[in-house]
């Protein structure tokens, strides 16, 4: 079953604390991405990686980091969060980086609130 | 840069009636054009995307036609559903498969 899985769903952190916001995909895709949703906003792109180890910075790359060891997983890091990061972040991936009109398919994105 | 714009941010009709979002684009190359919906709590899946030939891509009812003359991608559909209630986004392919640039998405609410 193809398939993106995003972990938590929900999340409620303290101003400061550290964040750590999984995902994982079944597809064997080479591309993730995480975005992050906002009402108002649309979807922005944080960070895209095109593989292990092989990541590059989005539009609103700003305190958060990525980490990719593994080509089905990939990790978002916020360290020391802060309120304006209150979002619903959402991994996606797609199937190769050369090929600008492939499909982006999303997980059920993780709620994080920062108190 | 490349930027979308989906000019309605909420749409409310009646079942059954007729329905078109705008999607218009700008772009420094050719890219490809995508509509996504997000249904209420659900992950945003792809709904259509452009051709590179003149095809007109259709879905569940919905077709949209890519006019690079007037940069637009607008979705439509005859009649719309209950179903059809959810957030649809227009978005663009970046160069170097560098991600997809979205629009601020449009919500579409069908009422019976």
């Known amino acids: 079953d193809m398939k993106v899985t995003q972990m938590p769903r929900y999340l409620i952190k303290r101003m400061g604390e550290n964040v750590l916001l999984e995902c994982g995909q079944d597809m064997s895709h080479e591309t993730m991405y995480w975005y992050r949703q906002d009402p108002g906003l649309g979807l922005q792109l944080i960070y895209i990686?095109?593989?292990?180890?092989?990541?590059s910075e989005g539009d609103i790359p700003k305190g958060y980091r990525v980490s990719r060891k593994k080509r089905e997983h990939f990790s978002l890091i916020l360290d020391s969060a802060k309120t304006n990061q209150t979002s619903v972040y959402f991994c996606?991936?797609?199937?190769?980086?050369?090929?600008?009109?492939?499909?982006?398919?999303f997980g059920s994105g993780t709620r994080l609130t920062v108190l | 840069g490349d930027s979308v714009t989906q000019t309605e941010g909420l749409v409310t009709l009646t079942e059954g009636l007729p329905v078109m979002l705008n999607c218009t684009y700008q772009?420094?190359?050719?890219?490809?054009l995508f509509w996504y919906v997000q249904h209420l709590n659900e992950a945003p899946k792809l709904l259509l995307k452009s051709f590179t030939d003149n095809k007109r891509p259709e879905h569940q009812g919905f077709h949209a036609t890519l006019h690079k003359s007037s940069s637009s991608f607008h979705l439509q559909k005859s009649s719309a559903q209950l179903s059809d209630s959810a957030l649809y986004y227009c978005a663009l392919s970046r160069n170097y498969a560098q991600g997809l640039t979205f629009g601020l998405g449009t919500r579409v609410s069908v009422f019976p």
């Open positions: 772009s420094t190359y050719s890219p490809f």
């Open positions: 990686s095109y593989d292990v180890d092989s990541n």
């Open positions: 996606a991936s797609s199937l190769s980086w050369g090929y600008s009109a492939e499909t982006l398919y």
